[in-house]
């Protein structure tokens, strides 16, 4: 037991565990911005969703004490917010990237988040019932494996089953094949007889409940409580770390895990007093580098042709009169 504990307690195993804690929220938004953008639809007010879901989640813990409910609640506020973005992009056919921004700007640290965690007063409470680790203690004390896979929330488990749902989806249903024929070619699709118009609203509102479910994993599970601005960017980082997973559901939890692992190593450093002197701004600003530079090498439509994007990503599609 002794020399579990001491492995345990060795940097390696508390950074991966680390990666897997704070890459969880990102692999939630990846895969909902994922499903956006294979239909087509290119969402940048993920940040946005995530805020707004993390507050509302926090807010129905507090007022029912029901993870449940918190989950769902955090789930339609993201949804809620996607459903804005649909209507006008897909309806309105108006800029995605402008739409987007939009959306962020107006949900963000100051925005709508910041007014309904004022107007519903939730700053100064901790979380009712916040997510925790339900395992066995024998599982989660068990060397290595223990603190990384076992010691966790029911968040993880269920997005690792949600990324087995995601490809499944995408590669062996008639659905799955049906949206990435819209997000590749619309007009192809529409001729088929594929809704176009549904898949974009469907895919864009399912992807803003899971960016929604991310934002809560912060309020109620890594700092269950809520503060302006507490997805700290997390938004920006899951839409590259999109690019960076080639569209892929399974290379989105190698991407997540790795930004998170980042996002967690300014803690554990700080708390062990390793490289004393280090602001800890530099090793949290790592994620956004990369964010940064991802978003850089796929900047023209060639890039992003070669990488696999879909060939209608950011497209409005007309319907042509018959």
């Known amino acids: 037991m002794i020399l579990a504990s001491g492995v345990n307690d060795s940097i390696l195993v508390v950074v991966l565990s680390s990666a897997v804690v704070y890459g969880t929220p990102l692999l939630y938004a990846a895969l909902g911005e994922l499903l956006a953008e294979r239909s087509g639809v290119l969402n940048l007010g993920v940040e946005g969703m995530m805020l707004v879901g993390a507050v509302m989640g926090f807010w129905a813990d507090l007022k029912t004490g029901s993870p449940a409910a918190a989950f769902?609640?955090?789930a339609l506020a993201g949804a809620s917010m996607a459903l804005i973005h649909a209507f006008l992009v897909v309806s309105l056919r108006a800029n995605q990237i402008v739409s987007g921004l939009a959306l962020t700007i107006f949900a963000g640290a100051a925005g709508l988040s910041s007014y309904l965690g004022n107007d519903l007063n939730v700053a100064d409470h901790?979380?009712?019932?916040?997510?925790?680790?339900?395992?066995?203690?024998?599982?989660?004390?068990?060397?290595?494996?223990?603190?990384?896979?076992?010691?966790?929330?029911?968040?993880?488990?269920?997005?690792?089953?949600?990324?087995?749902?995601?490809?499944?989806?995408?590669?062996?249903?008639?659905?799955?094949?049906?949206?990435?024929?819209?997000?590749?070619?619309?007009?192809?699709?529409?001729?088929?007889?594929?809704?176009?118009?549904?898949?974009?609203?469907?895919?864009?509102?399912?992807?803003?409940?899971?960016?929604?479910?991310?934002g809560a994993v912060f309020t109620l599970w890594i700092t269950p409580q809520w503060q302006d601005g507490i997805t700290g960017g997390a938004?920006?980082?899951?839409?590259?770390?999109?690019?960076?997973?080639?569209?892929?559901?399974?290379?989105?939890?190698?991407?997540?895990?790795?930004?998170?692992?980042?996002?967690?190593?300014?803690?554990?450093?700080?708390?062990?007093?390793?490289?004393?002197?280090v602001p800890p701004e530099l090793f949290q600003s790592l994620p956004y580098v990369m964010t940064v530079l991802v978003l850089v090498l796929v900047s023209n439509a060639g890039a992003r042709r070669r990488i696999g994007a879909p060939a209608a990503l950011g497209t409005p599609y007309v319907r042509e009169e018959r």
């Not at 619309?186 to 409940?209: C, F, K, Q």
């Not at 980042?262 to 490289?275: E, V």
Request: proline fraction near 6%.
């Open 72 to 74: 769902a609640v955090a």
């Open 126 to 214: 901790p979380a009712r019932h916040p997510f925790a680790s339900f395992l066995p203690h024998g599982w989660r004390t068990a060397p290595v494996a223990g603190p990384i896979l076992f010691d966790q929330s029911a968040f993880v488990y269920l997005s690792w089953l949600l990324v087995v749902a995601v490809t499944v989806y995408l590669n062996r249903t008639r659905l799955g094949l049906n949206l990435r024929a819209v997000g590749e070619s619309p007009a192809a699709a529409d001729a088929m007889g594929i809704n176009v118009a549904a898949y974009r609203y469907a895919h864009t509102i399912l992807g803003g409940a899971l960016a929604g479910v991310g």
């Open 235 to 277: 938004g920006w980082i899951a839409i590259a770390l999109v690019i960076f997973a080639f569209w892929r559901p399974t290379l989105c939890v190698l991407g997540a895990y790795f930004f998170g692992a980042f996002a967690g190593i300014p803690f554990t450093f700080q708390a062990r007093g390793i490289l004393h002197g």
